[in-house]
Every structure is written in structure tokens, then in C-alpha cells.
């Protein structure tokens, strides 16, 4: 099963997630999976209740950030941030510390194109188990409290949008309810949203091609592309695709997955 990135109207989005019991490679593996999806869809974390999973488990790359620089304590030692980069969290439960709320403007890869002030605590502690169920307790504070307390609300069914003031809510309220709909209308047709795929058959060489289409298809169903034409007969089938003209305006792939694979030079087409 292909994992991809739920947006708002799943109702996956709404179920609290069932505790980790098992820590062996399967946890491994989708902590794996859920970076690479976070990075393709250039996100800082990702819980696994947005791309399908109800279970207690999230993964995060917070980058420091210079408006609100992160202290750290793991385990009781003050340390770097960025030596626990990227960061898996089972079962993660967070405590606010005494501090400051403060707004900070959020964004969600399950509501696409849609940031708004959210205000949150800025300390918080937050105990966690590993990938190897080792448990942890790490106390800090700035983007990486904000992100651990945005994550860890989708672990249990809370998203930002029940975090926001209502006059704040009140100015993204047509953006989300229009997205709800799209999201509804979309499970039930099986399609994704909007935007064209165009392989280059040129670029068709034996051995290659078939990864190349194959990656290709993958980004564009993490980021809920509609695939309107491709080459290669056997994934238009697969995928269901529909083979309409092209459109005018165009990003390449690389856009999406920061140039990790050699695709970069095919067009991938927006409607
Ligand atoms: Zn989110």
C-alpha cells in the first residue's frame, strides 16, 4: 500500500492513535518512510495519523531557527538540537512547563496552502520512547516545543485549526471548508486533486525509465497530483490516469523532492 499525505476531510485525521507495542523493523522502516515523505512534501515533522496510520507515532527535522533558537535538555543533559536530528517519537506524551504562550504562524501538510497564528506554551517537556522502545524525556523549547506540541495534537486527533482564535479561524474558514470538500469528494472518487504529470518519452531508456516513471508517480500521489497523461501504458493502468492535454504552467519535480533523485529535468505540469 502506497502511504501519502491525508488531507483535511479524511476522517483519519480525527482518530486517536492506538499505543506502540512492537518496536522491531517495521517501525524502523515507516519512521524512514514518513521522513522521506516529510521531505519530499518539505515539512518539518509528519505524524503517522497524515498518511493514514492511527497509532501514537510522529518523526520530526526541526531546523534551528533564529527568531527562536531551541534549548535542549535529553535525559537531563543540555545538548544541540540538531545532534538528535531527525527525531522519532512513540508514545509521546507532552507536559507544559511555566512559560509564555506565544503566536507563531503554522502551517500543516494536511491543510496544503493554508498558514495561520496559532498561540502555544513555549516550554514543554515531552517523555517518548525511541525506535528501539528505549523511553526518553527531553524538556525544551522554541520551533521544536511547537512542532513536538502541533505532532503530538494530531496523535490524538486535535489539529491546529481547534487551536486557533476563533477571529483567526474565522479568516481561513472558506480555504478549509472548500479543501474538506475537495478531500471528500476525492476519497470517494479514488482521484487525487488537480495538476498534470508528463513523462518524457525521449528520455525513455531501458533499465532507467521504468524508476524514473515509477519515483515520479510516487511524488506526484504523495502530493495528491492528478495524473492526467503518462507513458508508459502499465502505470496508466495502475494508476488509474486519465490522458488529457497539457497544461501551461510547469514545475519541475525537483521542486518537490530537493533534487535527490536524477528527474529533475522532467516536467511535472500544474493545471
Ligand atoms: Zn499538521
Redesign the pocket.
Known amino acids: 500500500m502506497s502511504l501519502y499525505i491525508r488531507y483535511f476531510g479524511d476522517s483519519v485525521l480525527r482518530q486517536k492513535g492506538h499505543k506502540i507495542e512492537k518496536f522491531d523493523d517495521h517501525l524502523t522502516k515507516l519512521s524512514q518512510d514518513m521522513l522521506e515523505i516529510m521531505h519530499t512534501s518539505e515539512g518539518i515533522?509528519l505524524?503517522a495519523q497524515?498518511i493514514g496510520k492511527a497509532i501514537q507515532f510522529c518523526v520530526m527535522e526541526v531546523p534551528d531557527h533564529p527568531e527562536y533558537p531551541t534549548t535542549c535538555i535529553l535525559d537531563g543533559k543540555p545538548l544541540s538540537s540538531s545532534l538528535i536530528m531527525p527525531l522519532s517519537l512513540a508514545n509521546p506524551v507532552v507536559k507544559t512547563l511555566p512559560s509564555d504562550e506565544y503566536y507563531y504562524e503554522e502551517g500543516?501538510?494536511?491543510f496544503p496552502g493554508i498558514n495561520a497564528d496559532v498561540a502555544r506554551p513555549e516550554r514543554i517537556v515531552v517523555t517518548y520512547q525511541d525506535l528501539d522502545g528505549v523511553e526518553h524525556t527531553l524538556e525544551c523549547d522554541g520551533l521544536l516545543a511547537r512542532c513536538i506540541q502541533?505532532?503530538v495534537d494530531?496523535l490524538n486527533g486535535v489539529?491546529?485549526i481547534d487551536r486557533m482564535e476563533k477571529p483567526t479561524f474565522a479568516e481561513i474558514k472558506k480555504e478549509v471548508q472548500t479543501l474538506k470538500q475537495k478531500t471528500i469528494e476525492g476519497i470517494k472518487s479514488s482521484k487525487g486533486q488537480i495538476v498534470f504529470l508528463f513523462l518524457n518519452e525521449k528520455k525513455h531508456q531501458a533499465g532507467k525509465s521504468h524508476y524514473r516513471g515509477e519515483f515520479a508517480l510516487r511524488v506526484a500521489h504523495l502530493l495528491h497530483l492528478e495524473i492526467h497523461r503518462v507513458a508508459i501504458p502499465k502505470y496508466s493502468q495502475a494508476w488509474n490516469c486519465h490522458h488529457l492535454s497539457s497544461s501551461k504552467s510547469t514545475f519541475r519535480i525537483n521542486a518537490g523532492c530537493r533534487g535527490r533523485l536524477p528527474w529533475s529535468t522532467t516536467p511535472l505540469r500544474m493545471g
Request: proline share 0%.
Open positions: 515533522g505524524a497524515q500543516c501538510l494536511s502541533h505532532e494530531h489539529l491546529f
